[in-house]
């Protein structure tokens, strides 16, 4: 029993100071709300900082040249001139088809060609000493002519089956084999340009006013965090989607290691309106409702709290929209027990009272 009492005694002792350092703070605190006492403060000069409406998208890579690679004639494959995931210039041959008879006919089809110039060449001398009509002069000119033609049909009919890099790019993974028979549509690699890709994102059709051809894009990709790749508008869709209200829009980003693939998905960040204004540090707003405030110093001794609007922000800043300018001195630390016309004592940020005010503050 001895000991519970001694263990009460403690406990109700402890209590006591408690409440009288509470009742003495507290005191305090009226005294200066009461004018007994100057609040100290650290504060700064609003100044001018750059800003700019940022608005966010998801994108989707494209490549800036793409196609699938597929035979235009049925025939079985004779040769595979490439490898897998390989780098081609234009021009480049990547799949023979069998084309002997398609070889053949080229070469008939030049001998006929051949034989008819001859042919014209001879009535062409003969018209010249009059020993032809001007009707055999032409049939000898058409003959020409059809043979010519043959040999460029036979030769696009061979062309068909030699298949070449129409551009510069990287091709896909190989899906035929030597000796299958291909048909038209069927897939035989891909190829894609990705030394320039380009990037489709949609935007609110709010910002069709604030958005054009030119402006700066920053893409981010997941496979490459930390590291921006920036791009510029080069297109924006003539209408706006109807379901979405958004309209669709197309940059262009450099790709020249080829890091950024087709199909890839990028967050971009378009930006736009840059302009100059008022700017004060996150930690000197305080919050109530939907109203954001500062306390604006008078003289170095008192202070007002006043209503502003808010803008676009930055890293540790907001824009002020209005409610201050340039110049005006407002409180960024020791905020926490302000009231609008209270007295104050400028000190140094380190030694002001509560450095580490809230953002969110009941405003009296």
């Known amino acids: 029993m001895k000991i519970l009492r001694s263990a009460l005694i403690i406990a109700g002792a402890v209590a006591i100071v408690i409440v009288a350092r509470h009742l ?17 403060v650290a504060v700064a000069v609003v100044e001018s900082r750059s800003f700019a409406d940022r608005t966010e998208a998801i994108g989707t890579v494209v490549p800036n040249e793409s196609i699938i690679v597929t035979p235009a004639v049925t025939e079985r494959v004779a040769e595979i001139h490439f490898e897998d995931g390989a780098f081609v210039r234009a021009g480049d041959l990547l799949v ?7 070889s053949a006919a080229v070469e008939e089809a030049r001998v006929s060609y051949e034989e008819q110039k001859r042919e014209f060449d001879r009535v062409v001398e003969l018209r ?101 790749f920036l791009g510029t508008v080069t297109g924006i869709e003539s209408r706006v989607d109807p379901v979405t209200r958004s309209v669709g829009m197309q940059a262009t980003m450099p790709n020249p290691d080829g890091r950024l693939r087709g199909g890839m998905f990028l967050t971009v ?30 003289g170095g001794e ?55 005010t809230p953002a969110v503050q009941d405003v009296q």
């Open 269 to 298: 960040e378009l930006t736009c309106c840059p302009r100059e204004s008022p700017s004060v540090p996150e930690r000197a707003l305080l919050s109530y409702a939907d109203n954001q405030y500062v306390y604006v110093v008078h």
């Open 128 to 228: 010249d000493r009059d020993l032809v009509s001007r009707e055999e002069l032409d049939a000898a000119r058409g003959a020409v002519d059809a043979a010519a033609a043959r040999v460029d049909a036979a030769e696009a009919r061979l062309r068909d089956r030699v298949i070449a890099a129409p551009f510069d790019g990287a091709l896909g993974i190989r899906r035929v084999s030597p000796g299958a028979l291909v048909h038209p549509g069927e897939v035989i690699t891909t190829l894609d340009d990705l030394s320039i890709v380009k990037v489709d994102f949609n935007v609110p059709e709010a910002l069709l006013a604030q958005v054009g051809v030119g402006q700066t894009v920053v893409g981010r990709a997941a496979p490459w965090s930390g590291e921006e």
């Open 24 to 40: 003495l703070a507290q005191t305090g605190s009226e005294e200066r709300f009461r004018g007994g006492g100057a609040t100290e």
């Open 302 to 356: 008192t202070v007002e709290q006043r209503e502003i609007a808010l803008g676009a922000r930055e890293v540790g800043f907001v824009e002020v929209a209005d409610g201050i300018a340039p110049g005006d001195t407002i409180v960024i630390d020791g905020i926490l027990n302000l009231k609008d016309g209270a007295q104050v004592t400028v000190v140094s940020p380190d030694d002001a009272v509560d450095s580490a």
């Open 96 to 102: 023979d088809l069998a084309h002997a008879e398609e």
